[in-house]
């Protein structure tokens, strides 16, 4: 009787559920060709390496949209082809490949975990909260037509390959995505803790290549110019980097300041509780940013190199990167956040497993304190969901960063080898 019940049951479900993933395939089309069809950071992109073909500087204007270009000369040379096509043809070829690229980080990312715990409901479950925490910062990086996606992948793709012991993979994929932008950097110190000195050497080797491989097309001191200014322009110490007050980043430089300093926002609220000189208001920025790189230790646990050899416990590890990386670096704006994916994704799954013991070791508090945290990274905060005029109050008064801040300890807490019932050995 249960089987002649479940079983109508199970193929409605299925029935419905293939009908779910052709609406969700229409949409994500719908959404790739309205984000290609303007003109987004990509075409600032594209155009730098038509600017590169033309002998012209690639970091003085003109500039399309008035944005800099901030990326190295390698990768505007190996865009520069693009630029003779129409701006949403470039934009759309990207946008499919993010696409792919998230697919290809959520199954990175399972290899860590030991999905044979979870039933194929749970399994489900897992991968819906996973998304859905990570699609506000999806839709923005696709609606950017950004570099997020890429960056994460390449991340995740390396570590993998690392692992695995392909050095020369590995270290090329790192070194390349670092030369374009230097969001995964840290991760290098991280390979090194973790005793992994033969994929560092590579990396830095691959990176000189990178950096010098323009030369060909460039000539030496062309190139050489090119990446002096680039430099320079990207240097932390750059007195813009110091204090970020404009209503978009949302990284420490943007938090701190303008709660311990006037400054003018694009909304008529105030903001600092106290008014701090310039120079105390950095000491204190680079002393939270000193205690957020050194609280990695409590998550490293071990003395320095030595490696680590569960898979589920160089996840959890990892998350800490991905979560602190967006906060740390200046002018990090919302779409560098979905470098946090990991985060939910190991979140969800440790909430799932251990839900019953989770539950008994809740109370309203954690409850209320965790809430707050998530809903500032679902896409419940969104323009088109809360009005223009409240985001741009959260963003105002940089409750991204702050909710970012609050998961530390949340992901401090939520130890693998506290709760979770088994681990891989090998990812």
């Not at 293939?18 to 950071?41: Q, T, W």
């Not at 043809?89 to 990175?108: A, D, E, G």
């Not at 926002?265 to 204190?284: A, D, S």
């Not at 990167?321 to 990090?332: A, D, G, K, S």
Request: aromatic content about 18%; glycine content about 4%.
């Amino acid at each position: 009787m249960t089987f002649k019940v479940y079983l109508p049951a199970y193929y409605i479900a299925m029935k419905y559920n293939k009908y779910l993933n052709f609406a969700l395939l229409i949409i994500a089309v719908f959404y790739a060709i309205r984000s290609a069809s303007e003109g987004h950071d990509f075409e600032v992109f594209v155009y730098a390496g038509g600017k590169i073909l033309k002998g012209q500087n690639i970091y003085t204007p003109p500039f399309v949209q008035n944005l800099q270009y901030y990326y190295s000369p390698l990768f505007a040379l190996l865009l520069s082809p693009f630029s003779y096509f129409l701006t949403i043809v470039p934009q759309l070829l990207w946008i499919t490949l993010s696409y792919f690229l998230l697919y290809r980080i959520w199954n990175l990312s399972k290899e860590y975990f030991d999905v044979s715990v979870l039933s194929p409901k749970q399994m489900r479950l897992w991968l819906i909260l996973s998304a859905f925490f990570a699609l506000r910062f999806i839709l923005i990086d696709i609606g950017y037509v950004q570099m997020t996606t890429l960056m994460l992948w390449a991340t995740l793709e390396s570590i993998r390959l690392i692992r695995r012991h392909h050095y020369i993979l590995g270290a090329a994929l790192l070194a390349f995505v670092i030369n374009i932008k230097l969001l995964p950097l840290p991760f290098v110190a991280y390979l090194i803790y973790r005793k992994e000195f033969k994929a560092v050497l590579f990396i830095g080797v691959f990176y000189l290549v990178y950096l010098f491989l323009p030369a060909f097309y460039l000539g030496w001191q062309g190139n050489l110019d090119l990446v002096h200014q680039w430099f320079a322009i990207i240097n932390p110490l750059n007195k813009e980097w110091t204090a970020e007050v404009e209503d978009g980043p949302s990284s420490l430089v943007a938090l701190i300041p303008v709660y311990l300093m006037e400054t003018q926002g694009t909304m008529p609220f105030k903001r600092n509780f106290v008014n701090l000189p310039f120079e105390q208001v950095m000491m204190i920025l680079n002393i939270v940013r000193l205690a957020v790189v050194l609280l990695f230790f409590a998550f490293l646990r071990t003395l320095p190199f030595r490696k680590i050899e569960t898979g589920i416990r160089q996840y959890w590890e990892m998350c800490y990167l991905f979560l602190v990386i967006p906060l740390l670096y200046p002018h990090q704006q919302q779409y560098a956040f979905l470098y946090t994916a990991p985060v939910f994704i190991y979140l969800s799954y440790y909430f799932i497993v251990n839900w019953t013991v989770v539950k008994e070791r809740m109370n309203i508090f954690l409850w209320i304190l965790l809430g707050i945290a998530v809903v500032s990274f679902t896409p419940i905060i969104g323009r088109d969901v809360i009005s223009g005029y409240a985001y741009e109050v959260l963003l105002h008064y940089r409750i991204l960063p702050m909710a970012g801040m609050l998961f530390i300890p949340v992901l401090l807490i939520c130890k693998p080898d506290h709760l979770l019932k088994r681990s891989v050995t090998t990812a």
